[in-house]
């Protein structure tokens, strides 16, 4: 249902509160709001368990927005040492989880809520790809989505600094040097950004400032926008059917439930209370998540002379750390560094022209053909393994395998700088080639309504 | 909303209050942490712990000044005529017997102090929080417009005039007198004296 | 352009090369188990070696010494027992020389220890079996400086600190035909004022104490995380029973 602005206003039932509500919903749209929002935004009755992420993104959101201004009371952003020889900015996180009495809890909620966004994020994604959510007319709904996931990369990114630990330091050095990569200008633009030779004192204060002001209210936008997007189209379903088609005599469509209360409490709380366990679950008995959600080297001070034994990014990042490893050679003259970046950066912006490159005549998994079935099942295996080796050595092989001096055939095959490379080609195949096999695959006639049990 | 009404069972209804209730009992506990973070942290009070000023060197007649806290605690060692002082302007105060001000109950006395020769009191103006100034020589030397000054203190904020108890003179914005924090002697050295601890106490610092 | 990028290249790829030899290093020694008590008696015991062995280096300068309390200490206990340089309890625990005498003495300043127990996790084993098996593994090495080697830390900088407690610990030390250097450790030559198993029990009291230092809390966020869990199961329970409330009219 489109976001209708023409709701009746609401009329007093001539209590004190009925006319204190008239009086605020005639000088602002409360009920109109409240009506196109959620109370008559009609979804599709037919939501499976893959329509909880976006909600539980939502939550995720909140609570890093009310730990994050806690943790601003109390974190410095300052590289000057204390007497003890440890950085303010280190020592201030310390402070937060002994010193301030519930700090460690506010703390481990962000720390958690850091990882939690992106395995919400990546699942709903997920659906989108299951279920064509991408296609039109939800296009602009994707590409606010993927502006979305950007600033959560750059939010998490410039977050994963501030504590000073020596991953901090270290991750930032290496990928603020990969800016140096972009011919002529690439090592002033690194400079720019570190605002010094080295990432030092000035970029911890710009990245605090821009983790927390500047991309916060980017993302915040972009949500309101996403939702507005989405609330325009109407959302997708697991039928990947258009409810609008067939609608009642008030307008209503004959297969939407208004979403709330029906997916408000009836789908997305109890959902969200399981995901608050899980979410509870690691922030009290594993809030280093073995070392994923929050690196062992992390809790050494960032040490700009000693880089860390064991260099990875936050899990996170992996897949397209991956991706900037996997090229090691120079194309046309142009450094593997380069394409590295590039290869980075385009796995990400690719996402946004999937509306384009989908071709198939039906949306949903459900009735699309067996190559979409095959191409996406190796396409989650290759976004694992990339996401898996990026957080191994360039020299990691597979089955603890030990690499002898001369490598044979099969030290290759199940060597993870190989991997890295076939599966960040198939990444990509998956989607450039998807105009071409999308068309041909086998698709099952499409049902006109939602199939509900 | 019919549409509402129409499916409120009592089932519902039920089910909705308890978790309204559970819910929002969650949300308080959550918030407890949020709320506690808002207090002095270990290291503030730490640094807010008791502290010792040695009064060896005072002289009668002479004020010092140590921190506790972070808050400027005025020691004063008084002159027997400035005791004196003290019941002579008691007419013009407005809190005289220290009724509606703050300190420790041993100190709730004419010379708001546990030993009278020494005022101990945090040198914060009750008004709005300036540190008045030393206005301690009687008359008008020390620029004080106020007839029969017997010595005192000034806040140079708003004019709030205080005596050498830190008690505020009547029609002045201060509310009550200045507050007396919890102090003691310590019994083996009377030149020590501990701010922030009240004599009971088993063991000062 | 080009050879500033190849030359970054090589210096990342030497980083990223280097990380398997060291790893292949640590998988070569094998962690000891830590035996991490919460006892607080055996936590006030790793606290008193903490102090009088560790503490003259190696600042701790996270850790005000009344968060001692937490495991047992009286307040005036901590004054009496464990600060010998005249600060009081609220004070952090540090070192009096400053990380620059530290460095032009040692070459490098000690670490700080608050966090180490956190911070040498790895894939090996835990941040304590880490520290558990380092602190037993010294042993006499006439070619090092200190006259100290580590098994567990080749060639490291610091020199046995506890060797009045478990003696001058020695080892055969041979090369395979790799060059692989192999340590075995040996009974000490000179013995300590500790029998072998009390030296054990004593650094598995110090690592269990540098384990509560890392992170105090992590008792109290287990007991809460258990009543928080329950209580979401209950609520999850409720809500789902709501939930269908508002469905069963839908067909």
């Known amino acids: 249902m489109a976001a209708n602005s023409n709701f009746p206003k609401y009329q007093s039932d001539g209590t004190r509160l009925g006319n204190a509500l008239e009086w605020f919903d005639a000088r602002f749209p409360l009920t109109s709001l409240w009506k196109a929002h959620l109370s008559e935004y009609y979804a599709p009755k037919n939501f499976n368990f893959w329509y909880f992420f976006g909600s539980m993104a939502i939550v995720v959101l909140i609570i890093q927005f009310v730990t994050g201004i806690f943790l601003v009371m109390h974190y410095q952003p300052n590289a000057n040492l204390t007497p003890a020889g440890l950085p303010i900015a280190f020592e201030s996180v310390e402070y937060i989880m002994r010193e301030v009495p519930g700090g460690w809890f506010i703390r481990y909620m962000h720390s958690t809520g850091a990882s939690f966004f992106f395995i919400v994020i990546y699942l709903h994604m997920f659906r989108g790809l299951l279920y064509g959510s991408y296609r039109k007319p939800r296009e602009l709904v994707w590409i606010f989505g993927v502006l979305i996931f950007l600033c959560l990369m750059a939010i998490a990114f410039m977050g994963y600094l501030l504590p000073w630990g020596q991953m901090s330091y270290w991750g930032a050095q290496v990928i603020l040097s990969f800016f140096s990569a972009i011919p002529v200008v690439g090592d002033d633009i690194s400079t720019y950004i570190r605002g010094d030779y080295v990432v030092a004192a000035a970029t911890l204060n710009r990245f605090f400032a821009l983790h927390v002001c500047a991309v916060p209210l980017a993302l915040l936008g972009l949500v309101v926008a996403h939702i507005l997007a989405l609330h325009e189209v109407g959302s997708n379903n697991p039928d990947g059917v258009e409810i609008k088609k067939f609608k009642d005599e008030n307008g209503i469509p004959l297969d939407g439930v208004p979403f709330h209360p029906q997916y408000t409490i009836g789908h997305d709380l109890p959902a969200n209370v399981i995901m608050l366990m899980f979410f509870f679950a690691v922030l009290f008995f594993w809030p280093e998540g073995g070392g994923y959600f929050l690196e062992y080297n992390n809790f050494l001070p960032a040490d700009p002379m000693a880089t860390p034994e064991h260099l990875a990014p936050v899990w996170y990042f992996t897949a397209f750390y991956s991706m900037l490893r996997a090229m090691t050679w120079n194309f046309f003259w142009i450094d593997a560094k380069i394409w590295g970046v590039i290869s980075m950066f385009a796995g990400v912006f690719i996402l946004a022209f999937l509306p384009w490159l989908d071709r198939s005549p039906a949306k949903s998994i459900r009735y699309r053909g067996p190559i979409f079935k095959v191409l996406l099942a190796f396409f989650v295996v290759s976004f694992a393994m990339l996401c898996f080796l990026g957080t191994k050595g360039v020299e990691y092989h597979f089955f603890g395998y030990t690499p002898s001096k001369d490598s044979s055939p099969l030290s290759i095959l199940i060597s993870g700088a190989f991997h890295t490379k076939l599966w960040t080609i198939y990444y990509f195949l998956f989607f450039l080639t998807m105009p071409y096999w999308s068309k041909i695959d086998k698709c099952k006639p499409v049902p006109e309504r939602v199939t509900f049990k | 909303m019919s549409d509402q009404k129409k499916g409120c069972d009592s089932e519902r209804r039920n089910l909705l209050v308890a978790t309204s209730v559970l819910g929002g009992a969650a949300v308080t506990a959550a918030a407890v942490p949020f709320v506690a973070s808002l207090a002095p942290s270990e290291r503030a009070k730490a640094i807010g712990a008791p502290v010792i000023a040695d009064i060896s060197k005072l002289a009668p007649g002479e004020k010092m000044v140590v921190k506790w806290r972070g808050k400027p605690v005025w020691i004063l060692r008084r002159t027997p005529e400035m005791l004196a002082s003290l019941e002579a302007v008691k007419e013009k105060l407005s809190d005289p017997d220290s009724e509606k001000s703050a300190q420790p109950a041993y100190a709730k006395n004419a010379e708001r102090a546990i030993n009278k020769e020494y005022l101990v009191a945090v040198g914060i103006c009750t008004h709005l929080g300036c540190s008045p100034t030393d206005k301690l020589k009687p008359g008008t030397d020390e620029g004080v417009q106020e007839p029969g000054w017997q010595g005192g203190f000034l806040c140079p904020c708003h004019g709030s005039l205080f005596d050498l108890a830190g008690r505020v003179f009547k029609g002045q914005p201060a509310p009550t007198n200045l507050e007396i924090p919890p102090h003691m002697f310590d019994p083996a050295n009377p030149n020590l004296v501990t701010i922030g601890v009240d004599p009971t106490d088993s063991k000062g610092a | 352009m080009k050879t500033h990028a190849i030359k970054f290249l090589k210096r990342f790829a030497g980083v990223v090369l280097f990380v398997p030899a060291l790893a292949m290093a640590a998988a070569a ?184 230092m890392g992170e105090p809390v992590a008792g109290t966020r287990k007991t809460i995380g258990i009543f928080v869990l329950i209580f979401l199961a209950g609520f999850y329970v409720l809500t789902h029973m709501l939930g269908k409330t508002y469905w069963k009219n839908i067909h």
């Not at chain 3, 190696?58 to 309390?69: D, K, P």
């Not at chain 3, 010998?84 to 040692?106: H, I, K, L, Q, R």
């Open chain 3, 29 to 212: 020694i094998h962690l000891d188990k830590a035996p991490v008590s919460t006892d607080q008696q055996r936590l006030q015991n790793g606290a008193r070696t903490f102090v009088k062995y560790c503490l003259n280096c190696h600042s701790a300068s996270l850790v005000r010494y009344n968060q001692l309390e937490k495991i047992g200490f009286k307040k005036e206990k901590i004054e009496e027992e464990l600060i010998f340089s005249g600060e009081n309890a609220g004070s952090m625990m540090t070192v009096a020389m400053t990380p620059a005498d530290a460095e032009a003495w040692f070459g490098k300043a000690p670490p700080d220890l608050s966090l180490i127990a956190r911070a040498k996790a790895s894939g090996a084993g835990s941040g304590a079996d880490y520290l558990y098996t380092y602190l037993r593994s010294f042993y006499k090495d006439k070619t090092r400086p200190t006259g100290w080697n580590n098994k567990a830390f080749d060639n490291i900088g610091m020199p046995h600190a506890m060797w009045d407690l478990q003696g001058e610990a020695t080892a055969e030390v041979t090369f395979d035909k790799n060059n692989v250097k192999n340590v075995k450790l040996v009974a000490p030559a000179v013995p300590g004022s500790m029998s072998a198993e009390k030296y054990d029990d004593a650094v598995a009291d110090l690592v269990s104490f540098l384990v509560w």
